[in-house]
């Protein structure tokens, strides 16, 4: 009995935390401010939804591109005997981003159906931690963004390099 | 003529008939597996022949060919030829939305200041 006792305990702890915290974030302004225009917020959101959704096939037609130009170029280097292993890197990391951006990407877009269509007037609170949280996704959605700016710069570097190889 | 006698008596009689029902019930099941494998993939969500999304249509990106041969000499001009097919999706890249966060922020969406 003395060993449940604290492991109960613990465990109410864990599991009110999250709604004490949720509940003593926002202000009654802050409830009042998303009762009334959470419903407007909702339209906006899914103007913001169908704008993501352009961005993201765009964004991952180039990216699909890059990435077969990139194995492409990859596979002459090794044909032509070129030695740039960091090139090889770049790709297979690239890869990886991809991969993690599309996974992102859908659980992002399924956050924010959840959001538009859930009942905020009645529960302003679980609309605000619901927003933050996509929020937060989509922050991640944005650091995969400026990740491929970063490897497609160390390759279009890398490439540079082989280029003035070859003219030497 | 005994019960199962008849039943085999029923199913010889209208064999033609139950297969095409059997035939018609495999498709239907078959489908029904392909929509929800559609469903589950993140292909549904970006397929923009769907109805309501004749806008996103109508703004998608360019659909050009650009291919880049993985066989062949890298010389100077190959390289070259790389490079501006490169330089081509890298300035495409750079006039799409990034996924930032003024999208969502409270003022946006006017729900008050932000948290």
């Known amino acids: 009995m003395k060993r449940v006792v ?3 305990a613990v465990l109410l702890v864990v599991l009110v935390a999250p709604l004490v915290r949720a509940e003593g974030s926002l202000s009654d302004a802050q409830l009042n401010a998303i009762r009334t225009n959470c419903v407007n917020a909702q339209i906006n959101l899914q103007h913001v939804q169908a704008s993501d959704k352009l961005t993201r096939i765009n964004r991952g037609y180039r990216y699909e591109a890059l990435l077969k130009l990139m194995t492409s170029f990859n596979s002459r280097v090794v ?4 030695n740039a292993p960091e090139l090889i890197t770049i790709a297979s990391d690239y890869q990886k981003t991809w991969e993690l951006f599309r996974s992102e990407y859908s659980e992002y877009d399924d ?3 959840t959001l538009i269509q859930m009942d905020c007037k009645n529960e302003p609170t679980t609309f605000n931690d619901r927003l933050v949280l996509l929020r937060d996704k989509r922050a991640s959605l944005n650091g995969k963004v400026s990740k491929f700016d970063g490897l497609l710069d160390s390759y279009q570097s890398g490439v540079d390099v082989i280029k003035q190889g070859v003219q030497e | 003529m005994s019960g199962p006698g008849r039943l085999i008596t029923f199913f010889t009689e209208r064999r033609i008939v139950l297969g095409i029902v059997g035939a018609v019930l495999i498709a239907l099941i078959m489908t029904v597996i392909g929509l929800k494998l559609y469903d589950l993939d993140d ?7 769907l ?6 249509r109508s703004s998608e990106g360019g659909n050009e060919v650009q291919k880049f041969d993985s066989t062949g000499l890298l010389d100077e001009k190959a390289i070259a030829d790389f490079q501006a097919l490169f330089k081509k999706n890298r300035t495409a890249l750079d006039t799409l939305g990034k996924f930032d966060g003024d999208a969502l922020n409270s003022d946006s969406l006017q729900i008050g200041p932000n948290e």
Not at chain 1, 79 to 82: D, G, L, R, S, V
Not at chain 2, 43 to 49: A, G, H, K, Q
């Open chain 1, 79 to 82: 044909e032509n005997k070129i």
């Open chain 1, 6 to 8: 604290p492991v109960i």
């Open chain 1, 111 to 113: 956050a924010m159906t």
């Open chain 2, 51 to 56: 109805p309501n999304r004749e806008d996103i």
């Open chain 2, 43 to 49: 292909v549904s969500r970006l397929d923009v022949s």
